[in-house]
């Protein structure tokens, strides 16, 4: 493996986080030059600066072999998250080196968890900026930075291949799935910010709420999140763009093409099934427990938090932490299976449960048939053995990590409820769990350690284990 191609890869995805830096303090001088003006300037210098160095002094070569494009991968995202931190920490405040680490993670992988007990004391640049990391890690920091690679389609290819999902990628050529993705991702952000300055927000607060929404991350730009607002035309609107983030966006293009009636939306419809049948079970579960609210509110609350669940989003508009048993365990499965391949959502995803299920079946039948050959499809794609197998060491790996990371959090003094959802949380980019890490509540209080830990199942959950794991064995026997 050659680090000088690795370097300069890197380099390039931090002059993408640079760019973005200098936006925020763009924001940040059209508020009055608010005071994370100068703390956002010299992250956009340190970084670019770091990410120019590499593409200067390190030749360009047209090829990437599969472990150059894991590690480039890997440590981009690394790079991008510790380099994020630089604004938080120049601008100090509750700001320690763990927590800046753990904002800047947890905004990079869309997780959404915050450390910050004071949102609305921020500056709009800061705001801005965590809005940003978001925004980009939820359509992917590779992908995203390949599109300025010139002309070597194969690189593009590569490196995409190593980011996005294996079930996305699978039947799919590279370049036009980013470009259909990325298209998509776009066209949502901004229909959906205008949509949310129509029920009244201003602009700022619309725009960042959409590049929240749609990034599936759940930050926010008021200390009682989207309840803040007391706004349920916004709430509705919300709804809406979630439930759509949470969908393949390859799917969801194919439905605005001529030829729609000859794809199929397997995945699609079980998602959208699913997110009827959770709102209506958490509805029906707060009325049989004395729910004292209209029944319209108590539907759309239902509505909207399985919705922020089920998409790892994480907005609130409700306390779900003093909800009933029921809710709270429907609540807790949607953030594990969580949204479609293809989407921003996390979670092990729907298509990987489909699959499990549709190999399980399989399995019973072979018992009967041993000579019968049985394939799983999705979509109406045939899926390799390869992949099917994959699927099951993926679940392996992700409840894994789920337990050693909640293991981490009781024995750092967390109660089991809330180190086991917070655990499940981080893993799956949910960002809010129960207890102290409820839906209004935050991360702020739990130790370093096991802020530490939450940090590290951020970034296996969000880049699906497999990289990282790829990474550190190479690491180890290099």
Not at 49 to 75: C, H, K, N
Not at 124 to 149: D, E, H
Not at 406 to 412: F, L, S, T
Request: hydrophobic share 45%; charged share 15%; net charge neutral.
């Amino acid at each position: 493996m050659r680090a000088t191609i690795v370097t300069r890869y890197v380099g390039l995805s931090l002059l993408l986080v640079a760019s973005m830096m200098l936006l925020s303090a763009g924001v940040a001088y059209l508020d009055n030059q608010d005071d994370s003006m100068m703390p956002l300037l010299t992250a956009a210098l340190v970084t670019g600066l770091t990410g120019a160095f590499p593409l200067l002094f390190v030749r360009s070569d047209g090829r990437i072999s599969s472990p150059e494009r894991y590690f480039i991968v890997v440590l981009s995202w690394l790079a991008c998250c510790i380099f994020g931190m630089i604004p938080y920490i120049c601008y100090g405040s509750e700001f320690g080196l763990v927590d800046a680490l753990f904002e800047s993670v947890s905004g990079f992988t869309t997780t959404g968890a915050s450390i910050i007990c004071d949102i609305e004391s921020l500056p709009k640049g800061l705001l801005f900026w965590r809005m940003s990391t978001c925004w980009i890690g939820g359509i992917g920091i590779v992908t995203l930075f390949s599109l300025l690679i010139p002309r070597n389609r194969d690189v593009k290819s590569v490196l995409r291949g190593a980011e996005l999902s294996d079930i996305v990628m699978s039947g799919n050529k590279g370049n036009p799935v980013v470009k259909t993705i990325l298209s998509v991702y776009l066209s949502l952000t901004l229909l959906c910010g205008f949509s949310l300055k129509f029920t009244g927000l201003d602009w700022f607060d619309s725009m960042t709420t959409a590049m929240s929404t749609c990034s599936t991350c759940g930050f926010g730009v008021l200390n009682d999140s989207i309840y803040g607002y007391h706004n349920p035309a916004a709430e509705i609107v919300l709804i809406v763009f979630m439930t759509i983030s949470g969908m393949n966006f390859i799917s969801l293009s194919n439905l605005f093409r001529r030829d729609r009636t000859k794809k199929k939306y397997e995945m699609v419809t079980i998602y959208l099934a699913l997110t009827v049948a959770g709102t209506l079970m958490i509805f029906f579960d707060l009325v049989a427990n004395g729910s004292d609210i209209h029944v319209g509110d108590t539907l759309r609350k239902a509505a909207f938090q399985f919705t922020s669940i089920i998409t790892t989003t994480g907005f609130a508009t409700a306390d779900t932490s003093v909800w009933p048993g029921i809710s709270i365990l429907i609540l807790l499965t949607a953030s594990v299976i969580c949204g479609c391949s293809g989407s921003t959502s996390g979670g092990i995803k729907l298509d990987r449960a489909v699959i499990m299920a549709k190999a399980s079946k399989n399995g019973i039948i072979h018992l009967r048939h041993p000579n019968r050959i049985l394939n799983i499809s999705i979509d109406g794609k045939k899926l390799s053995e390869d992949l099917a197998n994959n699927t099951f060491i993926f679940l392996a790996c992700y409840l894994f990590l789920a337990f050693l990371g909640a293991a981490i959090n009781v024995a750092c003094g967390e109660s089991l409820t809330t180190g086991i959802s917070a655990a499940i949380a981080c893993i799956g980019n949910v960002g809010p769990g129960f207890g102290d890490v409820g839906s209004f509540g935050n991360y702020a209080d739990i130790p370093n350690v096991a802020k530490i830990g939450s940090i590290t199942l951020m970034l296996f959950g969000r880049l699906e284990i497999f990289p990282i794991l790829f990474v550190i064995r190479n690491s180890v026997h290099s």
